[in-house]
C-alpha cells in the first residue's frame, strides 16, 4: 500500500537533511508504529508523507497504491485517501467547524469524481461520528479548532478522520496532552476505523498509546533511518530499556 | 520643495480643462435658483485656481488626484438604466438612475424628496460647501450636482424595513446628493448603494450628508461596486448627537478610482460610533478610504475597524485621523487596519493619526499587513481542500469577520454574497 524506498529529505529553506535514507512498507489493514527519540525526523516523515511544501525530497520515492505522490500536492494526497492527524490542530479563525467539515469531504468527494453530499447525509454523518468520540455538538459551531482545549483538538482530528474515510491514517503524536480519559476516546475512535483496507501509522514517543491502539508493526526511526523493526513485542522492550540499547546494537 | 506648488495652478490639465469646459456647457442646465448658481460659481472658480489636489495635499498624499484622473467621460444625455432588486430583500428602494432621482416610492412618516427641487428652491445651498481649503470632492460635487435624494426621518419613527438608496448609471457623468436626516429616537436601517451596469468609464461624485438626532439608533450601509473603469469620489458627512448611535459599514468592492472621505462630529455626549470598512481590492484599480473623526464632546465612544484584501496590482490607503477636542473627556476611541496582501505587485497604505487635546482619555489604533498564513493554508489542504478553495475561505474568513458583527441575519447574509462573489471573481 505504503512504499518508502531509500528516501533523503531536507528541510527546504536551510538544507538540513533529516531523513537520510528510509526504508519502509505499510500493508493494507496494517497497523504500524513509528517510535524514536525526540529529534528523529517522526514529525518530518509525517509532514513529508502528507506533501508540506517545506521539506524537499532529494532522493528517493514513495509510493501510495503503487504510484509515486512525490509531485502531488497536499490536497491531492489527501483526496487519494492519505490523512495526517496533527500533533498541534491549527486554530482558524472565521472559519466555522461545520463550514470547513462539509467543504472539506465535498472537495474530495469531486476530486474522486463523486457526487457531493447532500446537507441531511452530511449532518447525519457528523451528528453520529460526534456521538462516538463524545464531542459536543456546540463545539462545531465555533470556528475551526479556536479556543478548543488540547483534548477537544485531538478529539476534532479523529472526528475529520472518521467523516473523510481516508485509506492511510497518519498519527502524529496524537496521545500528547491527553488525559488517560481523552486518550481511551481518542483510541476507540481509531481503533473503530482498523479494516482490511485501511492502514495507519501512529507516530508516538512512549509506548501508552499502544496499549490501546495495538500495532502489528514497530519501527525505531533514528537520525532519519528506520534502524530496527519489529513487533509489538519491540515497544515494550524500549519502553523497559529506553532507546539507548537500540541504538547502540544498531550502530 | 518645488517653488511652483505655492503658485496658482497656472496650466490646467486635460481632466481640469474637461471639467471647466463641461461646467460653462451645462451652465443654463444645471438645476438652482440664483443663490445656488453663485455658490457654484464659485466653488468652480476655487476647483479651477487649486486645481485638482496633488501629493503635496497632505490629504491626498497618498491619492494624487491630478495625476490619477486623466480625463472626464462626456456627459451622456437620455441614457436609461434600470434598477436592480435589492441588496436586502424586502426594502424600500429609492432609485438615482444616470443621476436623475425617482423619489416616488413612499415610507410611513418619511418625507423624501428629489434633491433636485431643493436646488430650485435653493433650500439646498447651505449645504453647498467645500468643508476646507482642500476639499476637492465638496468643490467639484457642489459645482455639479444635479439630483439626488434628500429624507427626513420624523423623531421617534421605527422604519421596520431596510431603505436602500440605489444610485446607478451606465456612463459618462454623475454628481448626487444623499442629505438625510433622522429625528431624535428614531430606528432605521439604510443602504446606500452605488453600481454601474457597465464598465464603460464614468466620472462619479456622491455626498451623503447624515445627521442622528439625539437618541437616534441608525444602521447605514454603504455599497460600492462600481464599474471597472469608474471613478468614484465620495464624501459622508456625519453628525451625531447625543445617545445616538451610529453603525457605518463601508463597503467597497468596485470602482477604478476610488476616494470614500469619512468626515464625521460626534457632537452630543453619549453617541457612539462603529465603523466599519471592507476594502476589495483588485485589478490596477485604487481606493483610498480618508477618515476624519472629531470627538467634539466628553463621554462619547468610536471603533473604527477596517479589512482590506488586496489582489492584483491594486494599490490602497487608509487614512485614519481622529481628533479629541480639548474638553472632550472620557473619549474611548480604537482604531484597527488589517490588511491581507495576495500579491507581491499590490500594495496598501496606513495612515493613522490622533490628535488628543484632553488629557483623560482611551484613544488607540494597529495595524497589521500579512499574507495567508501558511499553517492554516497547509492544515485546510490537508484535509482535501485545493488551495484555491482553502485561500479563498480564508480569505473570506478575514472580511466575513467584520460583516458578521451586523449580527442581522437579513444584512449579513447578502453582504457575505456580495464578498464571496467578489472574490470568486478575482481571487
Sequence with gaps: MLEIKNLHARIAEDGTEIIRGLNLTVKPGEIAAIMGPNGSGKSTLSYILSGREDYEVTEGDITYNGESILELDPAERASKGIFLAFQYPVEIPGVATMQFLKVAMNEQRKARGEDELTTPDFMRRVKEAAEQLKIDPAMLRRPLNVGFSGGEKKRAEILQMALLEPTLCILDETDSGLDIDALKIVADGVNALRSPDRAVIVITHYQRLLDYIVPDTVHVLYKGQIIRSGDKELAQELEANGYADVIETAA | ?427
Design chain 2, 1 to 427: 520643495m518645488n517653488i511652483q506648488a505655492n503658485q496658482p495652478a497656472a496650466k490646467l490639465t486635460v481632466a481640469e480643462t474637461a471639467l471647466v469646459e463641461a461646467f460653462s456647457a451645462q451652465i443654463g442646465d444645471l438645476p438652482g435658483n440664483g443663490a445656488v448658481a453663485g455658490t457654484r460659481d464659485r466653488l468652480l472658480d476655487d476647483l479651477k485656481n487649486a486645481g485638482l489636489p496633488t501629493r503635496r495635499i497632505e490629504s491626498w498624499h497618498y491619492t494624487d488626484l491630478k495625476n490619477l484622473l486623466r480625463s472626464v467621460p462626456e456627459q451622456v444625455v437620455g441614457t436609461k438604466v434600470s434598477s436592480v432588486a435589492p441588496l436586502v430583500k424586502g426594502s424600500t428602494v429609492l432609485s438615482v438612475l444616470q443621476g436623475e432621482a425617482h423619489a416616488d416610492a413612499e415610507i410611513d412618516g418619511v418625507t423624501i424628496t428629489a434633491f433636485r427641487d431643493q436646488l430650485s428652491d435653493g433650500s439646498a445651498v447651505a449645504g453647498l460647501t467645500a468643508l476646507d481649503k482642500d476639499d476637492a470632492i465638496g468643490r467639484l460635487n457642489g459645482s455639479f450636482v444635479r439630483d439626488g435624494l434628500a429624507l427626513v426621518v420624523p423623531a421617534n419613527a421605527e422604519i421596520e424595513d431596510v431603505i436602500e438608496l440605489q444610485a446607478s448609471h451606465r456612463e459618462g457623468q454623475v454628481h448626487t446628493r444623499f442629505p438625510v436626516s433622522f429625528g431624535a429616537g428614531s430606528k432605521a436601517t439604510v443602504v446606500e448603494r452605488h453600481r454601474s451596469e457597465t464598465d464603460a468609464a464614468a466620472l462619479v461624485s456622491s455626498i451623503s450628508d447624515i445627521t442622528l438626532e439625539d437618541g437616534a439608533e441608525i444602521t447605514w450601509i454603504i455599497l460600492q461596486q462600481q464599474g471597472a473603469s469608474d471613478t468614484h469620489l465620495a464624501q459622508i458627512r456625519v453628525k451625531l448627537g447625543a445617545e445616538a448611535k451610529l453603525r457605518l459599514y463601508v463597503v467597497n468592492a468596485g470602482g477604478k478610482l476610488v476616494r470614500q472621505e469619512l468626515r464625521i462630529e460626534v457632537q452630543g455626549e453619549g453617541a457612539e460610533l462603529t465603523l466599519r470598512g471592507v476594502n476589495l481590492l483588485g485589478g490596477d484599480s485604487h481606493t483610498d478610504v480618508t477618515l476624519v473623526l472629531g470627538h467634539n464632546v466628553p463621554h462619547t465612544n468610536s471603533t473604527e475597524t477596517f479589512r482590506n484584501v488586496i489582489f492584483d496590482k491594486a494599490s490602497g490607503v487608509f487614512q485614519g485621523m481622529i481628533k479629541v477636542a480639548p474638553d472632550a473627556q472620557k473619549t474611548d476611541a480604537k482604531m484597527a487596519c488589517n490588511t491581507l496582501l495576495m500579491s507581491d505587485d499590490g500594495d496598501f497604505s496606513v495612515k493613522p493619526e490622533l490628535e488628543i487635546f484632553a488629557d483623560d482619555v482611551i484613544c488607540g489604533h494597529g495595524a497589521t499587513v500579512a499574507d495567508i498564513d501558511r499553517n492554516h493554508l497547509f492544515y485546510m489542504m490537508a484535509r482535501g481542500v485545493t488551495e484555491s478553495k482553502a485561500r479563498a475561505m480564508l480569505v473570506n474568513a478575514f472580511v466575513a469577520e467584520i460583516v458578521e458583527e451586523l449580527e442581522e441575519e437579513k444584512l449579513v447574509e447578502p453582504l457575505e454574497e456580495v464578498i464571496s462573489t467578489w472574490l470568486e471573481k478575482h481571487a
